[in-house]
């Protein structure tokens, strides 16, 4: 990796998740099958699924503040999952795109996939807060 | 299955009443559910509510302590789930089509967290649900949900 790296939050590894590859410069999120991640018998839980799309999708916020040279810090306003497939007991990977980066906001497009990035098992639409940098902060 | 356990429609058979407080002994203790450690709280008619505590593993910023947003979607996620199964009377294999969760606040540090989930209609194949999640008093909610399930009969992918 060419910029600094990312260090996933504790919630990230707590269920195992990883930096596995980079798609365009985004870094690709994977995350293990576990019972810990698991929902009924033999699937993933959707909110494993979802913390999976939120990771990636922070992570390419990351990325985007960071080629603009930016230290601000994001608040996630709100987030919209949509449960295409079922997930099955495999690796699970994700990658997010900033869509648009304002001053302000962020939109981003996140997707979740596992043998097959064209077959998404979701996708999550979110909108981050762009903050000033923490230590200004109210 | 490595992971397998009972399923749900197996502790539920049909023709009983559905208890959310029992199943949750089981969608709240083992997987994802038992990672959170949900915990029954209460349910009405056509509602559910579980919490969650707060822990240090389910952290998004370690500066901040607050709670990583899919611990919410989770919640949500399963008490949603719970209230379709509680206003219909009985278990029906069901998933996720999509949720969405507003965040009004951040979930603090060290603070219990509880997800209502309420079923305010159901067709033959969908349970349209909404809710919301608070730190102990309902009338301060932290984040809104609203979502649908699919009802998926006997297959199961």
């Known amino acids: 990796m060419t910029d600094s790296p990312i260090a996933l939050p504790p919630y990230a590894q707590a269920l195992d998740m990883t930096i596995v590859d980079e798609i365009d410069g985004v870094p690709v999120i994977g995350m293990p099958f576990a019972d810990r991640v698991q929902g009924r018998p033999g699937y993933l839980h959707g909110g494993a699924i979802s913390g999976l799309l939120e990771i990636a999708a922070i992570a390419a916020v990351h990325r985007a503040l960071q080629a603009k040279g930016s230290d601000s810090a994001i608040k996630q306003v709100n987030v919209t999952v949509d449960f295409m ?37 979701a996708m999550g639409h979110m909108h981050y807060l762009i903050k000033a940098k923490r230590e200004d902060a109210a | 299955m490595a992971f397998g356990k009972p399923d749900l429609g197996s502790i539920v058979p049909k023709g009983t009443e559905f208890d959310p407080a029992l199943v949750n002994k089981m969608m709240g203790k083992f997987g994802h559910g ?14 559910v509510e579980l919490a969650i505590d707060w822990r240090e593993d389910l952290v998004a910023d370690p500066d901040t302590g607050i709670l990583a947003s899919a611990v919410i979607i989770s919640l949500m996620d399963n008490a949603t789930s ?54 102990g008093n309902p009338d301060e909610p932290l984040a809104h949900a609203s979502g649908t399930f699919i009802r998926i009969g006997d297959r199961i992918s």
């Not at chain 1, 497939?85 to 906001?105: I, K």
């Not at chain 1, 996140?110 to 098992?121: C, F, L, S, T, V």
């Not at chain 2, 038992?34 to 509602?47: C, K, R, T």
């Open chain 2, 34 to 47: 038992g990672f959170l450690d949900m915990e029954y709280v209460g349910h009405g008619a056509d509602w």
């Open chain 1, 85 to 121: 497939r079922g997930g099955l007991s495999q690796m699970t990977f994700a990658v997010g795109e900033v869509t648009r980066l304002g001053r302000t906001m962020a939109n981003v497009e996140a997707r979740a996939w596992q043998d097959d990035r064209d077959k998404p098992i």
């Open chain 2, 82 to 135: 719970m209230s379709i199964w509680t206003k219909l009377g009985e278990f029906r294999p069901q998933v996720t089509m999509d949720l969405r969760i507003d965040y009004l606040r951040p979930s603090p540090s060290g603070e219990r967290v509880y997800g209502r989930g309420i079923c305010y209609h159901l067709t033959n194949s969908i349970g349209f649900v909404r809710g919301f999640a608070h730190n």
